[in-house]
């Protein structure tokens, strides 16, 4: 350990709330000892058996195979220096605001005895909002209406705390729906779930909505138009392989396969995309590992353009 430095041993977490229970202190303090960093080194039985490897490995500079490999094995010390405690404590602060506790605090401090620092980080939570209200805020267009169908499943409950986390999957729960649906372009990113804390009693109404600013694209359902296969597509080719020179039509795909190693009748079996039919991700899906489970291709790739018929 270098002068004026110190042996980095961990962190602790300190509930410091008047309002919470035990049970929900210690809920939160499992929940966050893993969040600051960086981490001590690793321990086993209680002894940092990589820490004396690494030690024991010395000077690497006299080329000794052993030293090296002692070395190679074990860890260099994790000094206290490298730890910001003001950043870890905006993380800690961060993450119970995400997790509905929006009055919480955090502080942290460092402390050194015998070469060797550990750091503290009391939080305060206080009481953790819950929702009271959910509006799925749509318009009547077919891409509001799709989103409003998907309420009757929808993540978000009234009486349940407020969780960043479970917001998220609300996201992606719509999209999977709306995948199944057509909405090719459509992503969680294209919907905003904004809270409104200013309610009182520690409740939250929630309004989940389309953003302003999307494109065109993402607000419409898109059918297949259509199909070509490439089977001897190549990553190292001199000239894109995506060409449609020496292409054929067989039974509603197009084949560009000029030397006729395969026979058309296989792809009928395996696509699941038809022209005309509406985009879902399940038929996407499942296309993909039929021709990978065929296993004469060494890798399946897919891409999707806007048709410029229409």
Known sequence: VPK????????????KDSVLSGKEKKKIASQTEGLPRPMANSKFLGIPFKLLFYNLGGDTSKHNFIRKFLRKLGQPPVLLSSVDVDYNVKV???YLENMGYFQAEASGDTIIKRKKGHAYYTLEPG??????EVKFETDSSALGEAIANTRPHTFLHPGDPFNLEVIKGERER?????????????SPDALITEADTTIGDHKVNMYLKVKSDVSAEVKKPYAIDDVYIYPNYRL???KADT???GKYLYDG?????????FRPKLFPQIMRFDSGDVYNRTDHNLTLSRLINLGVFKFVKNRFELSPNS
């Open 92 to 94: 800690l602060q961060n």
């Open 253 to 261: 795909y197009y084949v560009v396969d000029p030397q006729h190693k």
């Open 4 to 15: 004026g430095d110190a042996l980095y041993t961990g962190a602790s977490i300190k509930i």
């Open 243 to 245: 060409t449609s020179n």
């Open 174 to 186: 719509i999209d999977a729906i709306l995948k199944e649906e057509g909405y090719y372009y459509f």
């Open 236 to 238: 190292n080719a001199k």
């Open 127 to 132: 009481l953790v909002y819950t929702i009271k």
